[in-house]
């Protein structure tokens, strides 16, 4: 996959904008908007950290649904049609993430936008917020400290990204500032403000089992993953057992415990965490345990 020429990226991403629509321009401009998604009934919906998810009223159609889809594609160096019908990945002008479906696989082309966080938290946030107590917040301090591996637990928009970064955060204040952090994602989601950092992304070339082992050679501090799955589990805790505690991953499971009996191999010491700031719904914490 080969990304297009700078010239040619500025005339897809106007292209774009116009098959976007003005509608889907403004909520993807609107600080509290996460995600705008189009539904194969040409609907637009958004959700937001306020308000949540909800119908925004106005509707799209699935020509230009379908065109806006090819149009990302172009934009990323692939082709998108009937027999290679989703496309996905980072928009290359501003890093949201993009997932673009057509028939067969949908009854009609629909797509998913998702912005990056524009703001990054701080667990002293997270107390101000009721959503974990000050003896919560001590634990993950201390994890961080203490180098253990933090597995944050949770579901889709729960959050997961939001404590990672957090969590990261506390990392670059507490840790040794010469700390090596070697980052590997899908989609560019962590931020990270370390000076002595390398972040790597997935791609046609490389997938993330194979980042991990590469990351080994990188002479990383710390390893932090965006998101586990797969295969790349198993090499990751090879990673962080064979010298390189102190990681942070995050997967999705509806409870810590969940997490811990469908992945029995996770090794201690573990911080788990079930994570749902991103929705901020009354009691929120799950269990916790070091």
């Given at each position: 996959m080969r990304a297009a020429h700078p010239e040619q990226q500025q005339r897809l991403y106007a292209k774009l904008c116009r098959e976007l629509g003005p509608s889907t321009l403004a909520a993807l401009s609107d600080p509290d908007v996460t995600e705008v998604m189009c539904n194969p009934d040409g609907s637009l919906w958004v959700e937001s950290h306020v308000q949540g998810m909800r119908d925004i009223g106005d509707r799209l159609a699935a020509s230009q649904v379908e065109s806006l889809i090819g149009t990302v594609a172009a934009l990323l160096g692939t082709v998108v049609h009937g027999r290679a019908p989703i496309v996905e990945g980072?928009?290359?002008?501003?890093?949201?993430?993009?997932?673009g479906i057509l028939p067969p696989v949908s009854t009609a082309?629909?797509?998913?936008?998702?912005?990056?966080?524009?703001?990054?938290?701080?667990?002293e946030d997270y107390?101000?917020?009721?959503?974990?107590?000050?003896?919560?917040?001590?634990?993950?301090?201390?994890g961080v400290r203490d180098r253990k591996n933090i597995l944050i637990a949770g579901g889709t928009a729960s959050g997961k990204t939001t404590l990672a970064n957090a969590l990261m955060r506390e990392i670059v204040a507490l840790g040794d500032p010469t700390e090596r952090i070697v980052i590997l994602e899908d989609t560019r989601e962590l931020q990270c403000e370390a000076r002595n950092a390398v972040q790597l992304h997935t791609g046609d070339v490389a997938d993330l089992t194979r980042l991990v082992r590469v990351t080994?050679?990188?002479?990383?501090?710390?390893?932090?993953?965006?998101e586990v799955r797969g295969g790349e589990a198993l090499a990751l805790l090879k990673a962080w057992n064979t010298g390189h505690p102190g990681?942070?991953?995050?997967?999705?499971?509806?409870?810590?415990?969940?997490?811990?009996?469908?992945?029995?191999?996770?090794p201690r010491p573990w911080i788990w965490w079930r994570s749902s700031f991103a929705r901020q719904k009354g009691a929120a914490c799950g269990s916790l345990r070091a």
């Open positions: 980072e928009l290359p002008t501003n890093g949201y993430r993009f997932e082309p629909t797509f998913v936008i998702r912005k990056r966080a524009s703001q990054i938290y701080g667990l107390v101000k917020a009721g959503i974990v107590t000050a003896a919560q917040q001590k634990v993950l301090l201390d080994m050679r990188l002479r990383p501090d710390r390893i932090i993953v965006g990681g942070i991953t995050t997967v999705h499971a509806n409870r810590s415990p969940a997490c811990r009996r469908s992945r029995p191999s996770w």
